[in-house]
């Protein structure tokens, strides 16, 4: 069965936690549960893909021409307007 990308995401995020403290990759997949080829394939793809973050430019209301709420624009062109900033944290918590 094909992993899913968010699934690949927490994977990495985790693994990231562990690999700060020390733990190689073979133990760290023993420990989130997934098979450690999987794990060193993902952190390949990880290392040779999209960064993890991505440049963004955050509008502010007043500068953003009178518009309500926060506008974000991702570096690949995509525009989020009129959010609140609790509602930008929902919208980030939910993509991640």
């Known amino acids: 069965m094909k992993a899913s990308e968010r699934f690949k995401r927490k994977v990495l995020a985790r693994w990231r936690v ?3 403290r020390g ?3 073979g133990r760290a997949a023993v420990e989130i549960g ?3 080829a999987d794990l060193e394939t993902w952190i390949q ?5 999209s960064p993890l973050f991505a440049p963004v430019h955050v509008v502010d209301e ?3 021409g009178g518009r309500r709420g ?8 995509v525009r989020v307007l ?3 900033v609790a509602e930008l ?4 918590r939910r993509l991640s």
Do not use: W
């Open 18 to 20: 562990l690999s700060a």
């Open 23 to 25: 733990v190689d990759a």
């Open 34 to 36: 997934v098979a450690a």
């Open 45 to 49: 793809e990880a290392a040779s893909g």
């Open 62 to 64: 007043e500068a953003g």
């Open 70 to 77: 926060v506008e974000v624009v991702l570096g690949c062109g």
């Open 82 to 84: 009129g959010l609140s």
């Open 89 to 92: 944290a929902e919208l980030a």
